[in-house]
């Protein structure tokens, strides 16, 4: 955060230096300030109505109706870190092991640490969420991600000096599948933050190797706040391999000395834990197999998901005992929901290790025996997983785990459908004609980082089809957006002024 925070002062002092007080650009800069601190505004009030209405557990369940699920398990590891770090332990060796997203659990755990907020509490002999203190942690994530669009904003001014500008900076601050998570407990808004700032460098197209060191280590980051960022390094290396040409060496030195430093020291602290050295979360290993190809499986075999796990169950006990794995409650296997469980049954810790190398190769075995389901699955989920959803946040908030049947079954879901398809078609309208317009204009090499970003994400979760996922894909598309909205609006001035 450190290293961060005196980059963008630096790049902010050099752009208002360089500012020309040009009449126009002067207002855009005024409009653009206003954007930035409405965006902020109302964020920090969505967030004060959450915390107040959700700030809460549903009744007669130990389910919080804003801190669940994924994001239980990011606050628990905050709290356990922070903990640890109360009782004399080095903060970067605290925590467990990686299993997935190790950064927002540190951020969390930071939290706890600067404002004495215990995150957690045992008081009913279960970790259950502590309430309140939750409203200064949104407050703080959404400045953050405001204070990064304004960095991006002073980089973008140079590019789009038209109004294109404005429009792309309305976009990013109030569009609102993006605008939802800065109020919410996931890991998107952080990840957007990061996602403006290494944009915005990367537009400057600089070829100097401390400018791209810095791009692979906030690329590290990335990855460490969300996996998803892994792989994201070679969009951004094939837009410059052909940009820079003669002068990639620098370049390319640069980014991958910054983000392999981060990977390096991911492995080392995992090698701390486990006396393994490995980078790629546990996570990643059986999310394929969870969600996607459990599916295959199961309608391969025409059983229900208590009939799949069970089969699976069954499969991987035989190879277990093929490959001496002990159990600490062999019994315990048969009441299990989903085979990601077993891994609370293993015996040795080192076995968790094997048990997920398992699941990573039968994921695939499943997929590539059964090709024709996988691939009208993979189509079907993407088709689905390009469609925005502005309300996700609401509905997880209100739903989750106060009623039995998910938002995802409702006749409310179903209902909402028509209008996100309809909301998603007007986003599309115009980032198609903002594209047409970029080729028009020859350039190229925003339209290739933008696109090869777009379809990272696509490629990378289209199998999932969770909506929640390729949000990240819109930071880029807001550029499109932002020059078709300035184009259709001049092309309406000049047919009103014809008539």
């Not at 140079?158 to 601050?173: D, H, Q, V």
């Amino acid at each position: 955060m450190l290293i961060l925070t005196i980059v963008l002062k630096e790049n902010i002092v050099t752009d208002i230096k360089n500012f020309k007080l040009d009449k126009n650009v002067f207002k855009k800069k005024k409009l653009f300030y206003v954007i930035i601190f409405l965006g902020f505004c109302f964020s920090a009030i969505l967030s004060s109505y959450y915390v107040l209405k959700y700030d809460k557990y549903v009744k007669d369940s130990d389910i919080h109706q804003l801190i669940k699920d994924e994001t239980f398990y990011h606050w628990n590891s905050g709290a356990i870190i922070a903990d640890e770090v109360r009782k004399g332990k080095n903060f970067f060796s605290s925590g467990g092991v990686t299993f997935t997203k190790p950064l927002q659990q540190r951020i969390i755990a930071l939290y706890s640490l600067i404002t004495g907020f215990q995150l957690t509490n045992d008081s009913t002999g279960k970790t259950i969420v502590s309430l309140g203190g939750k409203l200064p942690y949104l407050i703080l994530q959404a400045l953050f991600y405001f204070f990064s669009l304004f960095y991006f904003g002073k980089k973008l001014l140079k590019i789009f000096p038209n109004n294109a500008f404005l429009y792309i900076i309305l976009f990013l601050s109030f569009e609102f599948t993006i605008f939802q998570f800065h109020s919410s407990f996931w890991t998107e808004s952080i990840y957007f933050s990061l996602q403006l700032i290494i944009f915005g460098m990367v537009l400057e197209k600089k070829a100097n190797f401390s400018h791209n060191l810095l791009i692979g280590i906030l690329m590290g980051f990335l990855f460490l706040q969300r996996s998803a960022g892994l792989f994201y390094i070679f969009p951004i290396l094939i837009c410059n391999l052909f940009f820079f040409k003669k002068k990639i060496t620098p370049v390319f030195i640069g980014i991958i000395s910054g983000y392999i430093t981060i990977l390096i020291l991911l492995g080392f602290y995992n090698h701390h834990k486990t006396n393994k050295f490995y980078i790629f979360p546990l996570e990643g290993k059986h999310n394929v197999y969870s969600y996607f190809a459990s599916q295959i499986l199961a309608e391969k075999l025409g059983l229900s998901s208590v009939e799949t796990t069970k089969f699976e169950t069954d499969k991987f006990i035989k190879w277990a005992n093929k490959n001496n794995i002990k159990f600490n409650d062999k019994q315990g296997l048969e009441k299990i929901s989903s085979i990601s469980e077993i891994r609370k049954f293993l015996f040795y810790d080192t076995d968790v290790y094997k048990f997920y190398d398992y699941l990573n190769f039968r994921q695939y075995e499943i997929l590539i025996n059964n090709p024709l389901i996988s691939v009208k699955k993979i189509i079907n989920n993407t088709m689905h997983l390009i469609v925005l959803n502005p309300t996700f946040n609401y509905y997880y908030n209100d739903s989750r785990g106060k009623n039995k049947t998910e938002i995802y079954f409702t006749d409310t879901h179903k209902k909402l459908i028509p209008y996100r398809i309809g909301y998603t078609l007007i986003i599309y309208f115009f980032c198609l004609i903002g594209l047409i317009s970029m080729l028009k204009q020859k350039k190229f090499y925003e339209v290739s980082i933008i696109l090869l970003s777009v379809l990272y994400y696509v490629a990378l979760f289209g199998w999932k089809g969770d909506t929640r996922l390729y949000v990240p894909s819109l930071i880029y598309l807001s550029i499109f957006f932002g020059i078709g909205v300035d184009l259709s609006l001049n092309n309406f001035k000049k047919y009103q002024n014809k008539v």
